[in-house]
T-cell receptor, first 111, second 116 residues
Framework: DAKTTQPNSMESNEEEPVHLPCNHS???????IHWYRQLPSQGPEYVIH???SNVNNRMASLAIAEDRKSSTLILHRATLRDAAVYYC????????????FGKGTKLSVKP | EADIYQTPRYLVIGTGKKITLECSQT?????MYWYQQDPGMELHLIHY???????EKGDLSSESTVSRIRTEHFPLTLESARPSHTSQYLC???????????????FGPGTRLTVL
């Protein structure tokens, strides 16, 4: 399985944008890039996913490098509720595969 | 809004007891999962199911067992609990849609198990 590399932790100030990086240099052509986050004492929740083009939804934006070897999750204005562990996961879209959660990036948001 | 439920939320039991952790979803999802997560650590997939009468072992070996008799229900059982089983257990579900771009998983709130 292709692996991802994320920083262990990041800090942000409230109401400022946050850019969470993810490296996936061994990504295959059929791998989708998924992001989940896990708030304290809760199960993970889906954030966003993409293949080649940048993606936007109500929670975040996903910027994917042209060579697809890295991506960045963008939170446009961090709030205290965004403090969580963010997971970058590759998934090939097949019914036989499963998401593999790594260590993720622990995001702290300061007021 | 995800409709996936887990009971109990917290469980403290003695060594040697048999326990069943319940997980139910009302979304009609075919695929269901059990993950194990120690505090501050990664999630590890221990069991999953593609549908009724389907159960598979995940990436992390576990002494627990699962069953899938009904689409909406995916209970996890420990025949004889030990302190090493102390952990958080998270249940999730997703639609089984081969060839699609998303395997959006919906997670329950988890069961925090403590074995004394």
């Amino acid at each position: 399985d292709a692996k991802t590399t994320q920083p262990n932790s990041m800090e942000s100030n409230e109401e400022e944008p946050v850019h969470l990086p993810c490296n996936h240099s061994t990504i295959s052509g059929t791998d989708y890039i998924h992001w989940y986050r896990q708030l304290p004492s809760q199960g993970p929740e889906y954030v966003i996913h993409g293949l080649t083009s940048n993606v936007n939804n109500r929670m975040a934006s996903l910027a994917i490098a042209e060579d697809r070897k890295s991506s960045t999750l963008i939170l446009h204005r961090a709030t205290l509720r965004d403090a969580a562990v963010y997971y970058c996961i590759l998934w090939n879209g097949g019914s036989q595969g499963n998401l593999i959660f790594g260590k993720g990036t622990k995001l702290s948001v300061k007021p | 809004e995800a409709d996936i439920y887990q009971t109990p939320r917290y469980l403290v039991i003695g060594t040697g007891k048999k326990i069943t952790l319940e997980c139910s979803q009302t979304m009609g999802h075919d695929k269901m999962y059990w993950y194990q997560q120690d505090p501050g650590m990664e999630l590890h997939l221990i069991h999953y199911s593609y549908g009724v009468n389907s159960t598979e072992k995940g990436d992390l070996s576990s002494e627990s067992t699962v069953s899938r008799i009904r689409t909406e229900h995916f209970p996890l059982t420990l025949e004889s609990a030990r302190p090493s089983h102390t952990s958080q257990y998270l249940c999730a579900s997703s639609e089984l849609s081969p060839g699609t771009s998303s395997d959006t998983q919906y997670f329950g709130p988890g069961t925090r198990l403590t074995v004394l």
